[in-house]
Structures are given as C-alpha cells and as structure tokens.
C-alpha cells in the first residue's frame, strides 16, 4: 500500500530523498506535476463541454429555423400530376409538378387557388369530400360509395 520511491524533477541523480504515497504515482512525478496536468485535463473538459452547449444552442436554432413556414408552404401548393376540377363549369384540367394557381383552361376561372383544389379521382369523382388545401402531395378519394365505405382510390396520377 506504501510506495516509497526516488523523487527527482531534474533529471538529476537521486539524492536519497524518498516520497511517500498512498498507491501511486507509478511515474515519480511529483504532485505539484501531477496537478497542473490535473487542470489541464479539467480545462480541456470544460472546452468540450462549452462545444457541446454551443452545439445544442446551434441545433435548436436551426431547429427553429426549419419550423418557420416559408411562403410557398404557407400559401400550399399540389405536388405531382393531379386532375383538377373547376368550382365553375365542371371541366377537368391535368396539373403537373408544381401547381400553386392554375386557370381552367374552358372558362378561364380558377381551378387551383393558392394550393386550394378539387381534384378529381380516376373513377370520375370530385366534389366538396375531395377538396384539398395546402401542401398536397397524393390524395385517396373520400366520395361515400352506395354499398357503404369510401372510394380510397388515389387522386394522384
């Protein structure tokens, strides 16, 4: 449990001098040694520990920053090919890619307003069940059926 080792900073021959520990210092280094070393352990923790709240405080910024809706999101908008029905004269017109507005090409009303649509499902159905807001990218088609049930076909083509 005692060591009893040579104690030399210099480099120097030992002079006799002996250091006492309680298990340890298996590299005569001396104690005051061993605490600067001790503080420059405890320093480079406190860095890593500044990195990490750094980091955490730039996440949740960032964070922040993806939940704001942008314009377009805010406005929506149909992704993908849809047939779109017109509130007007009940004429189909296909939409493709992006489509935030798009005037019914037979009357010239709107049939997508700011995302804001009828679409149309591949058996023929559109109506109020089947109009869609905002970001749109696909869409199962709600008209009730006779037998009980919804359609659920997919409007997107």
Do not use: W, Y
Not at 45 to 51: L, S, V
Not at 55 to 70: E, F, N, T
Not at 115 to 122: D, F, N, R, S
Request: proline share 3%; aromatic share 4%; charged share 25%.
């Amino acid at each position: 449990m005692f060591a009893f080792r040579d104690v030399s900073l210099t480099g120097a021959a030992p002079t006799g001098e002996r250091d006492c520990s309680f298990g340890g210092n298996p590299t005569g280094v001396s104690h005051i040694a061993l605490d600067q070393l001790q503080r420059e352990t405890a320093m480079r923790e406190m860095t890593r520990r500044d990195a990490i709240k750094t980091a955490a405080v730039a996440a949740a910024a960032a964070a922040a920053g993806l939940m704001a809706p942008s314009r377009a999101s805010a406005e929506g908008f149909l992704e993908g090919t849809f047939f779109v029905r017109c509130p007007k004269c009940n004429h189909d017109d296909k939409v493709e890619n992006l489509t935030r507005n798009h005037d019914c090409s037979k009357c010239g009303t709107k049939s997508v307003d700011g995302g804001t649509a009828i679409v149309v499902c591949p058996d023929g159905h559109a109506g109020a069940e089947n109009k869609v807001e905002a970001i749109t990218r696909q869409h199962q088609c709600q008209t009730k059926l006779t037998g009980g049930g919804i359609c659920g076909k997919q409007c997107r083509r």
